[in-house]
């Protein structure tokens, strides 16, 4: 047929063309599989559910959603996982459908539109769609048509919770990291620390590192106590942790260490100056048990009145005080002697007995209560002269 182009039997001509080749079956039909603009590479956060949309049409026909009556489905869905394997999602053949677990058609068959529906969501569910349609073409021939569709399906995960902790010991002037992970999140979080009230603040880089989740705090004070929060989040999610912290101004166990050094050195010295004051006494107790020759005499005794014995035949015998010769009442300590006094200097002169100037005295060692003369000159004795006495009664 041939057409002139812009006349009105033409354009009438064409028309009717056209509904024909629509409501008979095409002869030698090709099968298309349509997915909306922008579509191909679909979203969804784990746990939710998406819908893959796929519908098909035969070419030459305007798009329709209801099959005709001769048209035969074979329709299959296929996950396609690492190493090029394939895992069949869902079937429809010969008008039974069989799907796994989550995975089912958005509209009931007979239809031509063939999108599919995934529920409750895993990450594992990431990965290319294959959509594959076989479909009998024409009434009363053997004419099978196939096309197939490819549709990308990544499932985010939002960020678990994180775990919050500190690097270092919080004191006046030392510096602490503050570290924040969260141990499952698609894609990769990012973190962010800030300071809750009443201290509002929010830290930037350089003190924050968003991708590992650190945040450097130096030359810590009293005022930068409290409560630190790090929010995890990426494009479908967060959540968050906190520490707590406070900054001490003592020196933990170093101060306990301190103080334990200095009660040892304590002791230590006190033991010391125990020692040498216990040595020192004794030094000091050793010279004054030895006797000393050159000791000072005790004062003189008064002489007692009675204690001198004359001789009744006018002759002057020795006179011995037996007081001063006894020892004193108290106790002597070991090795020391208390000396006698002289007796000389207890003997008054006597009026009564003439002297002669010529006459040389003779030494006469008086020995009382049997002590020896070596004795009683370390005790400080003196020699006593007494003049000798003739027959006669006169003084030699």
Not at 11 to 38: I, K, N, Y
Not at 165 to 172: A, E, F, I, K, Y
Not at 310 to 316: D, P, V
Not at 380 to 390: R, Y
Request: charged share 15%; proline share 10%.
């Amino acid at each position: 047929m041939v057409s002139l182009p812009g006349s009105p039997a033409t354009s009438l001509l064409r028309f009717l063309f056209l509904g024909l080749t629509t409501l008979a079956p095409p002869s030698r039909a090709q099968l298309e599989l349509h997915v909306p603009p922008g579509l191909t590479k679909l979203q969804a956060v784990e746990g939710a559910e998406v819908v893959l949309p796929v519908w098909y049409t035969l070419q030459g026909e305007v798009s329709s959603t209801k099959p005709k009556p001769w048209e035969v489905l074979t329709l299959m869905w296929f996950l396609e996982e690492e190493k090029g394997l394939m895992e069949q999602v869902l079937s429809h053949i010969s008008g039974v459908t069989s799907s796994k677990t989550g995975a089912s058609l958005v509209y009931s068959m007979p239809s031509r539109n063939v999108s599919l529906r995934l529920q409750g969501l895993k990450e594992k569910d990431s990965g290319p769609y294959l959509c594959s349609v076989n479909v009998q073409a024409s009434q009363g021939k053997e004419s099978r048509v196939h096309s197939s569709r490819t549709l990308e399906l990544n499932v985010l995960v939002p960020p678990a919770p994180p775990s919050c902790h500190l690097r270092g010991v919080p004191r006046v002037g030392t510096n602490v990291t503050l570290g924040c992970q969260s141990p499952r999140s698609k894609p990769a979080a990012q973190y962010q620390w800030v300071r809750s009230p009443p201290s509002s603040q929010v830290f930037f880089a350089p003190a924050l590192d968003a991708i590992r989740g650190s945040l450097s705090l130096k030359n810590l004070s009293i005022s930068m106590s409290g409560v630190y929060i790090c929010k995890a989040h990426n494009e479908v999610g967060s959540a968050q942790c906190n520490v707590t912290l406070e900054v001490s101004t003592g020196h933990g166990a170093t101060v306990v260490a301190g103080a334990v050094v200095g009660t040892l050195v304590g002791l230590g010295l006190l033991a010391v100056l125990v020692i040498l004051y216990h040595r020192r006494a004794k030094a000091l107790e050793e010279p004054a048990n030895d006797i000393k020759e050159d000791a000072i005499a005790p004062r003189t005794l008064p002489w007692p009145k009675g204690s001198d014995t004359i001789s009744k035949n006018g002759t002057l015998s020795s006179v011995t005080s037996a007081r001063a010769l006894r020892l004193p009442r108290g106790t002597p300590r070991p090795g020391a002697l208390t000396p006698t006094p002289s007796l000389s200097s207890q003997v008054p002169p006597s009026p009564g007995l003439p002297r002669t100037d010529g006459a040389h005295p003779q030494p006469i060692s008086h020995n009382p209560a049997g002590v020896s003369s070596s004795a009683l000159s370390r005790m400080g004795a003196v020699p006593v002269m007494v003049p000798a006495q003739s027959q006669a009664g006169s003084l030699v």
